[in-house]
């Protein structure tokens, strides 16, 4: 059941029918290396020769426009994507050989990207009142001590890893502060939402999906002593808030404060991460945009905005139709899977005039990022903060920033977009 009543979502009329047939010939292999490196040249022909495009694997949909991407979105005809549901079949294949997914299939099934309307609606609503702008306003002041503290480490170094040292241990500190996680902990929590974090792609083997079990029940266990302990003593933190919801008779159940957790815990750490590595990466190789926002802090809200658009830390999102939809000129049938590039959307010319260049000072930049409509990003605040503190101090602290290798590797990843080290030197 969906709140909303369902609108077709038809946008664009596609025309030249003829050259459509020749254009259906186009392949492409989403798992190539190249792809992985830069898809955008990817998206650019998918967009103008097939909008929205039949995968020859499979035959889910891919749509590429930002018009259509934003339509879907917003449409009360498709649902979330059904992972969870593909983790309980292959668990009964497990269970056949004495293993079993149980805690990797009830957490993801409590993972709010993948929930529906009323459930969806309900565990939302307990968890966005810590995300509330308020409180993300309340945490400047810590995530302006972690940065300084990071970079206090390296600053006489000469050179850093902007990934390890800045990006990952500053996402990670802000969201335990949030959560609540003590610091010995942080590491090891971070080492296994990064195994669980395979769970975004689409193809996962029967050995990752184990793997990310047993993060999982790890990550869970811990999180379970800490809760015991919140629940003697309780602090200002998330963790504490859930357990008084809990308690307020808010249909909260101990299982669902451990997904919730969890999918906190990982959403918050691996994008913000990704945005800071991409964006820093993006002004180093757009050195007159670094000089003018080094010149003018106060751009950096605005900057930000166009790092997030212009390499997005997620790059796709799915969504499984309800009823028959008309996008474009296809007729995608219910039950069909739509594949929505936020990456390519965010590259639309249509939308953002000279989309592959970096431009600070963009105007009109209602980039969708951090989604649309009923699963909106919940720490979109939160990441925008981390990442203008994190990103304003480093340029201004650090002069003459230059990127120390030309052979920067990406996260082997289709929907999560980010660099595995952002090595730079700078003058001591
Ligand atoms: C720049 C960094 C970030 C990006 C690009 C990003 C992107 C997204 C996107 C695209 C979605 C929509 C998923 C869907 O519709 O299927 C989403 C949802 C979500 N994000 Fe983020 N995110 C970021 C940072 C964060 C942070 C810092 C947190 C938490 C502390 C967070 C928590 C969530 C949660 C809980 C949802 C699910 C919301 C729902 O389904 O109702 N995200 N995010």
Redesign the pocket.
Known sequence: MFEKKCMNPKVISTQNSEKRELEKAFKFNLFDPKFNANPYPTYHRLRSEDPVHRYFVGGDWIVTRYADVKAV?KSGCVR??DRPKSIQERNKYFQDKGKNLNTLAYTTSR???Y?NPPD?TRL?AL?SKS?SQVVVEGMRYRIREIVDELLDKVRHQGSMDIVADLASPL?VSV?SK?LGIPKEAQQQLHQWTNVLSRILDPLVSLEEYTAMNKATEKIQEYLSTLIAEREKDPQEDLISNLIRAKEQNDRLSQKEILAICT??FG??EE??G??IGNGMLALLQYPKQMEKLKREPTLIASAVEEI?RYD???QM?TRIATENLEIGNQTIKAGEKIVLC?GAANRDPAQFPEPDELNINREQNQHV???DS???????A???V??QIAINTLIQQFPDLKLASNKLERKKSIVIRGLKALPINFTC
Do not use: K, Q
């Not at 009923?374 to 979109?380: D, E, F, Q, S, V």
């Open positions: 979105l979330t994507d993972f709010l990207f929930m969806h939302r968890v995300f996402s969201i949030l999918l906190l959403a918050g994008t913000t990704n945005t997030i997005s830390a997620i999102l936020l990022a951090f989604a009923i699963h909106y990003c919940l720490g979109a939160l990441a925008r981390e990442a």
